[in-house]
């Protein structure tokens, strides 16, 4: 035996001889034992690891464990989506298993309530469900869970979605514990301790508008407790906050951070009450200042607001922005000619935009590897230059070092350049620094012209003193100022 692996595939092997003798199928877990007989059913439980794909090519049995629906909606999963895995009809997949391990008790019960959906999902791939039907599908095996779990279904109108821990309820809501009469009574509290006989009776439905733990548990006639109690922390929250002007990200959506100014609104589903609201990262008082209109923030901020319920939180970041000759002026890379995204890339460098969050990888830097770059700004007209500075990321333990030569030329037609000013760096010899800084090299310039050349000189690869010496370097930069 090779390792530990080829220990627990022996073993596997011995156990599964004693339970054919017997009559019975092997089912293990995903692992080591992958792969050691096709007479032993594995059940696929990584999630994202596709396991459950490579061994039905090789002619294995799995039961699938999905911890999540290899991208699929819930109306539309099926025991052959599972783990990253999209299988088919026809392979060998005996069924699904809903994954409950390492969780305490009560979210374990919680975690049954997904076992009616599960099925249905199972037994009926076939099936066409729009959410709206599957939920209505479920709604009635989801209360005969429930009463056998607790003695009492549970049901919110309108319906809300929970996880395993809480529900976010956005406006106020009814919950119905119902019962059979002959049963008992269901009992309450509001604070998370434990009903008593003496607790209110759950006879008439419960008003969610506001935060609280309710645990309720179902009490004979004679007061005795019966089946485990059910709990469900809820978090009301009837107020939303949404921003105008943050800066979106690759794929088109929000981030959070804004560039000028920002507008922040809010809405509340309740219609009575007074919202009130902090921008400096305080909850809201009493005496905080009342939401009537739009807030404009100018600069960080963290926005809280309250009103009936929890206290609602969104958190935005001015990024810090200079001024200069050449923002938002365009300018044309020439070197490197192959550079990706050549015109977006020359954008990062006279947007007037810094790096974010002290991030290499944020969306202002330009990345160039271990190339020079050479670019030209247009100023659209004659300019006298004093001073341009280049600014780069400093990350040595990454490798991320400035250029060791700033060279400036002007020109007035965009062909002939004179030169302007030159500056020169030595990459500090410190093996130990760690963290990132930022890097001006600053070029005091003589002359005039309307179009601005910049050529920074890379040093190529990391220096002999580096941890890895030789190996290609990486020049990262987010703006060159011109006249700043």
Same mark, same amino acid.
């Given at each position: 035996?090779?390792?530990?692996?080829?220990?627990?595939?022996?073993?596997?092997?011995?156990?599964?001889?004693?339970?054919?003798?017997?009559?019975?199928?092997?089912?293990?877990?995903?692992?080591?034992?992958?792969?050691?007989?096709?007479?032993?059913?594995?059940?696929? @439980?990584?999630?994202?690891?596709?396991?459950? =794909?490579?061994?039905?090519?090789?002619?294995?049995?799995?039961?699938?464990?999905?911890?999540?629906? $290899?991208?699929?909606?819930?109306?539309?999963?099926?025991?052959?989506?599972?783990?990253?895995?999209?299988?088919?009809?026809?392979?060998?997949?005996?069924?699904?298993?809903?994954?409950?391990?390492? %969780?305490?008790?009560?979210?374990?019960?919680?975690?049954?309530?997904?076992?009616?959906?599960? %099925? =249905?999902?199972? @037994?009926?791939?076939?099936? $066409?469900?729009?959410?709206?039907?599957?939920?209505?599908?479920? =709604?009635?095996?989801?209360?005969?869970?429930?009463?056998?779990?607790? !003695?009492?279904?549970?049901?919110?109108?309108?319906?809300?979605?929970?996880?395993?821990?809480?529900?976010? $309820?956005?406006?106020?809501?009814?919950?119905?514990? /119902?019962?059979?009469?002959?049963?008992?009574?269901?009992?309450?509290?509001?604070?998370?301790?434990?009903?008593?006989? *003496?607790?209110?009776?759950?006879? %008439?439905?419960?008003?969610?508008?506001?935060?609280?733990?309710?645990?309720?548990?179902?009490?004979?006639?004679?007061?005795?407790?019966?089946?485990?109690? @059910? %709990?469900?922390?809820?978090?009301?929250?009837?107020?939303?906050?949404?921003? *105008? !002007?943050?800066?979106?990200?690759?794929?088109?959506?929000?981030?959070? @951070?804004?560039?000028?100014?920002?507008?922040?609104?809010?809405?509340?589903?309740?219609?009575?009450?007074?919202?009130?609201?902090?921008?400096?990262?305080?909850?809201?008082?009493? #005496?905080?200042?009342?939401?009537?209109?739009?807030?404009?923030?100018?600069?960080?901020?963290?926005?809280?607001?309250?009103?009936?319920?929890?206290?609602?939180?969104?958190?935005? *970041?001015?990024?810090?922005?200079?001024?200069? #000759?050449?923002?938002?002026?365009?300018?044309?890379?020439?070197?490197?000619?192959?550079?990706?995204?050549?015109?977006?890339?020359?954008?990062?460098?006279?947007?007037?935009?810094?790096?974010?969050?002290?991030?290499?990888?944020?969306?202002?830097?330009?990345?160039?590897?271990?190339?020079?770059?050479?670019?030209?700004?247009?100023?659209?007209?004659?300019?006298?230059?004093?001073?341009?500075?280049?600014?780069?990321?400093?990350?040595?333990?990454?490798?991320?070092?400035?250029?060791?030569?700033?060279?400036?030329?002007?020109?007035?037609?965009?062909?002939?350049?004179?030169?302007?000013?030159?500056?020169?760096? =030595?990459?500090?010899?410190?093996?130990?620094?760690?963290?990132?800084?930022?890097? /001006?090299?600053?070029?005091?310039? *003589?002359?005039? !012209?309307?179009?601005?050349?910049?050529?920074?000189?890379?040093?190529?690869?990391?220096? $002999?003193?580096?941890?890895?010496?030789?190996?290609?370097?990486?020049?990262?930069?987010?703006?060159?100022?011109?006249?700043?």
């Amino acid at each position: 035996l090779a390792n530990p692996g080829g220990l627990l595939g022996y073993f596997a092997l011995q156990v599964n001889e004693m339970v054919k003798k017997r009559g019975k199928k092997t089912i293990i877990w995903e692992g080591a034992a992958n792969g050691v007989s096709k007479d032993i059913i594995n059940m696929t @439980w990584d999630g994202g690891a596709r396991t459950a =794909e490579r061994m039905i090519a090789e002619g294995f049995t799995t039961i699938t464990v999905p911890w999540n629906f $290899a991208g699929v909606e819930p109306q539309d999963w099926t025991m052959y989506h599972s783990n990253g895995s999209v299988l088919k009809k026809g392979d060998s997949v005996l069924g699904a298993s809903l994954p409950v391990w390492e %969780q305490k008790g009560e979210v374990s019960l919680k975690w049954l309530r997904a076992v009616p959906n599960r %099925q =249905e999902r199972t @037994w009926g791939p076939d099936n $066409a469900f729009t959410p709206a039907n599957l939920a209505r599908r479920s =709604e009635g095996t989801d209360r005969v869970l429930d009463r056998i779990l607790y !003695g009492f279904a549970i049901r919110h109108d309108p319906a809300i979605e929970s996880d395993m821990f809480r529900i976010r $309820a956005t406006q106020p809501t009814m919950l119905t514990l /119902e019962t059979f009469p002959t049963l008992g009574t269901v009992r309450y509290t509001l604070d998370g301790t434990e009903p008593t006989a *003496q607790s209110p009776a759950a006879n %008439q439905p419960i008003r969610i508008a506001d935060s609280f733990t309710l645990v309720a548990r179902l009490f004979d006639s004679n007061g005795n407790p019966g089946k485990p109690p @059910w %709990q469900q922390t809820y978090i009301f929250e009837p107020l939303a906050i949404t921003a *105008q !002007g943050l800066i979106k990200d690759a794929a088109g959506k929000d981030t959070a @951070w804004f560039a000028d100014t920002l507008t922040v609104s809010v809405a509340c589903t309740l219609k009575d009450g007074t919202v009130r609201y902090t921008v400096d990262g305080s909850d809201p008082l009493p #005496a905080s200042p009342a939401y009537t209109t739009a807030i404009t923030l100018t600069n960080t901020a963290t926005a809280k607001v309250r009103g009936r319920g929890s206290v609602t939180t969104a958190a935005y *970041q001015k990024l810090a922005t200079v001024k200069h #000759a050449a923002v938002g002026k365009p300018a044309r890379i020439l070197v490197p000619a192959d550079l990706a995204n050549a015109e977006a890339a020359a954008k990062l460098l006279t947007d007037g935009m810094l790096i974010r969050g002290g991030e290499w990888g944020a969306p202002e830097v330009m990345t160039l590897g271990p190339k020079d770059l050479e670019l030209v700004i247009d100023l659209g007209t004659s300019t006298a230059i004093t001073q341009v500075v280049a600014r780069f990321v400093h990350l040595q333990e990454a490798g991320i070092l400035p250029a060791v030569r700033v060279d400036v030329a002007v020109s007035n037609d965009g062909k002939t350049f004179a030169p302007a000013g030159t500056t020169s760096f =030595e990459i500090p010899n410190n093996r130990t620094s760690r963290g990132l800084t930022m890097k /001006e090299l600053a070029v005091a310039t *003589q002359g005039s !012209g309307r179009y601005v050349k910049v050529f920074c000189k890379n040093n190529g690869v990391l220096p $002999a003193w580096h941890e890895y010496p030789g190996v290609p370097d990486h020049m990262m930069m987010d703006e060159i100022l011109v006249n700043p």
